[in-house]
């Protein structure tokens, strides 16, 4: 287990923010599912695209790293698909990336063997009941562990009609949209209520056209997908990660002056709404193309609907403990079943730093303070706790020390490289397990 143990400090300076996990995740996959060879430019080796990286590969796709550079920094890599799955490997480890495993679990109903997905810490029981329900009604085959991984699968998908809830994870319909143009007949996609976390969506729909598939969106309702269709490799850059980039831009605002670069701000990203919420909040940026500006701001609660941007919690979290006021955050609830119970986490967490936190069943109810005091913290091993409670530390009068630190490591390996380089101040060690 890794701890750190940081001395308050301001954070001053320029953050190339690391690729978006989101958009890597599915260029690996539409490029996984071309003919022909496809180079996807910008990506970080986290936990997570390295699950996703493993997944495609037991499919039968090749990969081939370029441009050798030094160890976790963005690099460019080469997929090669042949246009059909063939499995070269039963298990799938998807070690603790919900994407990897809700995005390839469809994959496994384009072939005729059985296929087991395994995992670890909590993914092993976030919930597939979506998928479940498919299962059923088309007699695919399937046994799991009392509902938890491993989840072993064997049964061909059929075209047809599809419905599924808005309010569960957009991961489900990602999953279904990769593979839905591929079986020999059309299919729909009814959305049964108002769909939740959008930008994820059209995230996929981007990429699904970007590679030459075809999808016909009616107003996010329902989507009409046409069946024999085929994927094309294309070259492609993944784009600086907005939901990454969130955590620097309250860190500039606590008391540093911080510039983000790599960013589209044309982005479809949902996370990107972290610059008109803190906005709304009072913050100071300025944009010039790629680059965001961030100083330091007197920011003041606000309420915050999380229903679209439910990553952002808990870096939001932080910044409400530390402005003006009350801020609540509202329609959250799905925070409880990611790689953390992130409302409890955040909570808990935060109020041992001095902050008043109060948890509410879908949200968050914060007191903000001028500084916190500081202490010892656990990130829940969940990366998002991990670097939302290294920012908090930017307005403490004693040093923060958070256990699980390598949680980072799942979506952004360097994260602690770049607090360093900004200024912060940490000592890093093993504690016993």
Not at 151 to 171: A, D, E, H, T
Not at 242 to 250: C, G, H, K, R, T
Not at 254 to 283: F, R, T, Y
């Amino acid at each position: 287990m890794k701890s750190v143990k940081i001395i308050p400090s301001l954070l001053n300076g320029q953050v190339r923010i690391p690729p978006s996990k989101s958009m890597s995740h599915r260029a690996i996959i539409g490029a996984g599912l071309s003919e022909g060879t496809s180079h996807i430019d910008n990506i970080a080796f986290s936990d997570d695209i390295i699950a996703t990286l493993e997944g495609i590969k037991a499919f039968g796709v090749m990969t081939n790293h370029l441009d050798q550079d030094l160890e976790h920094e963005p690099k460019r890599i080469a997929i090669t698909g042949n246009g059909k799955m063939e499995l070269i490997h039963e298990t799938i480890n998807c070690k603790e990336s919900g994407s990897t495993l809700r995005f390839l679990i469809p994959m496994a109903g384009l072939i005729e063997e059985k296929v087991t997905f395994i995992g670890k810490g909590k993914l092993v029981e976030r919930p597939l009941n979506t998928y479940y329900e498919i299962f059923k009604e088309q007699n695919i085959a399937y046994t799991n562990n009392e509902g938890k991984l491993p989840l072993s699968i064997i049964g061909r998908l059929k075209p047809g009609i599809f419905k599924i809830k808005g309010n569960v994870s957009s991961q489900f319909i990602t999953g279904l949209l990769f593979v839905l143009p591929l079986l020999d007949g059309d299919s729909k996609m009814i959305i049964t209520t108002p769909l939740e976390s959008k930008g994820y969506v059209d995230l996929t729909l981007s990429i699904l056209e970007r590679f030459s598939i075809k999808i016909e969106n009616n107003n996010d309702h329902e989507f009409i997908i046409k069946g024999n269709q085929k994927y094309r490799a294309q070259d492609y850059r993944v784009e600086g990660d907005f939901s990454q980039a969130a955590f620097w831009i309250v860190a500039g605002l606590l008391g540093g002056n911080i510039q983000c670069s790599d960013l589209n701000m044309h982005s479809l990203q949902g996370d990107k709404a972290i610059l008109d919420i803190v906005k709304k909040m009072g913050a100071n940026l300025s944009i010039d193309q790629d680059t965001i500006q961030i100083e330091k701001s007197d920011t003041k609660g606000i309420t915050i609907d999380a229903s679209q941007c439910p990553d952002l919690v808990p870096i939001l979290a932080t910044l409400g403990a530390l402005s003006k006021g009350t801020t609540k955050i509202i329609n959250a609830a799905r925070l409880r079943i990611k790689e953390s119970d992130r409302l409890k986490a955040m909570a808990t967490e935060l109020n041992k730093l001095g902050a008043d936190v109060k948890e509410l069943e879908e949200g968050l109810e914060i007191h903000g303070k001028e500084k916190l005091k500081g202490g010892t913290v656990d990130s829940w091993n969940d990366h998002r706790i991990a670097m939302a409670l290294a920012m908090a530390s930017i307005k403490c009068s004693e040093p923060v020390i958070i256990t699980n630190s390598h949680a980072v490591s799942k979506s952004y390996p360097t994260f602690w490289q770049d607090f360093e380089k900004t200024g912060g101040k940490i000592d890093e060690w093993h504690m016993g397990e």
